[in-house]
């Protein structure tokens, strides 16, 4: 929550926290993916089946390369 009182950076610290910016990436990638499957599909898939398959089979490599990135 905010505390709406305008000031300069009040809510920055989330924006700018690497937990959030990871959150938003993955949240990239299900979205690509969830277009993705669904023009396979010829009909919207929605979110929830797209976050399932996303997890199951791309997680996990998704998540091993971004560490290998961030140690670069």
């Given at each position: 929550m905010s505390n709406n009182s305008g000031q300069p950076g009040d809510d920055?610290?989330?924006?700018?926290?690497?937990l959030y910016r990871e959150f938003l990436a993955?949240?990239?990638?299900?979205?690509?993916?969830k277009w993705i499957e669904s023009e396979k599909a010829q009909h919207d898939i929605g979110f929830e089946r797209a976050l399932t398959d996303w997890i199951v089979k791309h997680r996990a490599k998704w998540r091993k390369s971004r560490q290998i990135q961030g140690q670069n």
């Open positions: 920055e610290w989330v924006k700018n926290s690497s993955e949240r990239e990638e299900i979205m690509k993916h």
